[in-house]
């Protein structure tokens, strides 16, 4: 197996006095940051920290913008009009976008988080409306979306670059959608299990679900999670195996700009 794909974390979840993460850990093994901007978790504080650490390592910087729901940390069902949504994520990714600027990077993708993300990958129109909000801001700025969804296709259709990506720590429905958080199984909590995946999923060429089904289709970033206690463990565990057999792992815009002579994308091997 050989190639080029990209690794990604959600990281900059800490609030106030709130710890949450290992993100300068996780910096050292992922190449795209997903930060939160303030809306589910992050402050202004933690934003800049961790632009500053990301850019050190040499991280590509993307803003995780979400529903506003601190306590629920993004992941409780909202209904929001089309003009409120657009408002909110453009006064985030902005925000970050700003930090990033201040701090002599910038940003070089979206991925919404939680409901945001989860709700736009099956509704056409919610997705229209977080796309119109990145293509508003600036049309340069990456999509990253969850292979076969809905999101993913609206950003294409509107002339985004659109990464997809697969998850190390999901299972997945045979119509290749993850599996609820509050369907038993869905998170996969070992490094064992999340690297039997992630290989299975290369070798597959595709999304292979809790049920065995397998779907072909192509994706350019892995995402281990930052927020669970073995995040490190299972990163780590995750990069070694992916190094081990043979595919680069590159920061998201190098991803994007396709494989050079003789390489193949892992999910087409």
């Keep these: 197996m050989t190639g080029r794909i990209n690794l990604n974390a959600d990281l900059g979840e800490s609030f106030g006095a709130w710890e949450m993460g290992s993100d300068a850990e996780l910096l050292r093994i992922v190449g795209a940051a997903n930060i939160a901007c303030g809306f589910h978790a992050g402050d202004p504080l933690v934003m800049r920290r961790t632009v500053r650490q990301a850019l050190a390592a040499g991280v590509s910087l993307g803003a995780h913008p979400a529903f ?9 069902v909202m209904q929001l009009s089309a003009a409120e949504l657009e408002a909110m994520l453009i006064y985030q990714i ?9 701090e002599g990077g910038r940003l070089t993708h979206v991925k919404p988080h939680g409901a945001l993300n989860n709700m736009a990958c099956e509704d056409a129109a919610l997705a229209a409306s977080v796309v119109s909000a990145i293509r508003s801001l600036d049309r340069s700025l990456i999509l990253l979306a969850p292979a076969l969804s809905k999101l993913a296709l609206a950003g294409m259709a509107a002339g985004l670059p659109v ?7 999901r299972a997945y429905t045979d119509a290749g959608s993850l599996v609820p958080r509050s369907q038993p199984g869905a998170v996969l909590h070992t490094a064992e299990a999340c690297v039997a ?8 060429g595709g999304i292979v679900s809790a049920g065995g089904q397998r779907i072909r289709t192509d994706f350019h970033s892995i995402c281990v ?6 995040a490190v463990v299972v990163a780590t565990a995750v990069r070694s195996a992916l190094l081990a057999a043979g595919v680069s792992l590159l920061p998201l815009p190098e991803v994007l700009q396709g494989p050079r002579d003789g390489d193949v994308s892992p999910a087409m091997v």
């Design 197 to 204: 995946q992630v290989l299975r999923m290369c070798d597959a």
């Design 225 to 230: 999670h930052g927020d669970g206690p073995q």
């Design 94 to 102: 902005g925000a970050l976008g700003g930090i990033a600027q201040a």
């Design 68 to 76: 506003p729901d601190l306590q629920g940390f993004g992941r409780r």
């Design 163 to 169: 990464a997809t990506e697969i998850f190390a720590d």
